[in-house]
């Protein structure tokens, strides 16, 4: 349990720039106090003791902002940085090395008593505000930018943008080193509209030379006239 603990501690450290040393992170840290309590909460739903488990994960919401269903299942290492207002659906799956940020949305999109959450594979990044519904599954080392809305499933080493989610390859990225730079990631809108754009600036291009063009025939045309009006007053 202990080793469990000193695993969770690092990957705190080694994801969160701001944590500075472990007794910090023990005592204000509400995503790793949340995982903590949701440990304990799975274990008595799987138990049979479910009405604890959810007392228990009604506390955890109190103290820490972040709403885990008991019957969840989380892998290591998983790291809720922040945590305000997560909230995880009962039959979601979270694997290893996972990074949620706060505002995150696991949930379901069915009222049927069936696997309705997401499962979510190792090394996923998940930005703030981002949602994903329905029983779907995020491909490892893939990355959800910030607000998107995920209905659909997400290739292993991808990028998901949007609402809805829109899909951008990522292929040969390091899983060494993290990347957080949110504002980089690719925008599908932002491309599209620049498109456009350009495509307007052509057509603009084409039409200003057929206006110059017709602007030239028309001034000949009219010294041709001239020119036969003089001929004939001569």
Same mark, same amino acid.
């Given at each position: 349990?202990?080793?469990n603990?000193?695993a969770?501690?690092q990957?705190?450290k080694?994801?969160?720039?701001?944590? *500075?040393s472990t007794?910090? $992170?023990f005592?204000?840290y509400p995503?790793f @106090?949340?995982?903590?309590?949701?440990r304990v909460s799975?274990?008595l739903w799987?138990?049979? %003791?479910?009405? %604890?488990?959810?007392?228990n994960s009604?506390?955890a919401?109190?103290?820490?902002?972040?709403?885990i269903?008991? &019957?969840a299942?989380?892998? #290591?290492?998983?790291? $809720?940085?922040?945590?305000?207002?997560?909230?995880?659906?009962e039959?979601?799956?979270?694997?290893d090395d996972?990074l949620? @940020?706060?505002?995150?949305? %696991?949930?379901g999109?069915?009222?049927?008593k069936?696997k309705r959450?997401?499962?979510?594979? *190792?090394?996923?990044i $998940?930005?703030? +505000?981002?949602?994903?519904?329905g029983?779907?599954t995020? &491909?490892? @080392?893939?990355?959800?930018?910030? +607000?998107?809305?995920?209905l659909? /499933?997400?290739?292993?080493?991808?990028?998901?943008?949007?609402?809805?989610?829109?899909?951008?390859k990522?292929?040969g990225v390091s899983? /060494?080193?993290v990347d957080?730079?949110?504002?980089k990631?690719?925008?599908?809108?932002?491309?599209?509209?620049?498109?456009l754009? !350009?495509h307007?600036? !052509?057509? /603009? #291009?084409?039409i200003?030379i %057929? @206006?110059d063009k017709?602007?030239?025939c028309?001034?000949? /045309? $009219?010294?041709d006239?001239?020119?036969?009006l003089?001929?004939?007053f001569?």
């Open positions: 349990m202990f080793n603990l000193r969770e501690i990957a705190i080694d994801k969160d720039p701001a944590a *500075r007794l910090e $992170i005592l204000c995503g @106090y949340g995982l903590l309590m949701h799975h274990w799987n138990h049979s %003791l479910k009405l %604890l488990a959810r007392m009604n506390l919401r109190f103290i820490t902002g972040i709403e269903h008991p &019957g299942t989380f892998g #290591k290492r998983v790291f $809720i940085d922040h945590g305000m207002g997560v909230v995880v659906g039959t979601a799956i979270v694997g996972v949620i @940020y706060q505002g995150v949305i %696991l949930g999109t069915s009222t049927e069936t959450h997401p499962t979510i594979e *190792r090394g996923v $998940i930005g703030a +505000g981002a949602k994903v519904m029983n779907i995020i &491909g490892e @080392y893939s990355k959800i930018g910030t +607000g998107a809305v995920v659909k /499933d997400v290739p292993p080493e991808s990028t998901c943008v949007g609402v809805p989610g829109r899909i951008v990522c292929k899983h /060494d080193k957080l730079d949110h504002n990631l690719p925008d599908p809108v932002a491309k599209a509209i620049r498109t754009e !350009e307007l600036e !052509e057509t /603009d #291009k084409h200003q %057929l @206006y017709n602007e030239i028309f001034a000949r /045309d $009219i010294r006239e001239q020119e036969e003089e001929d004939l001569k």
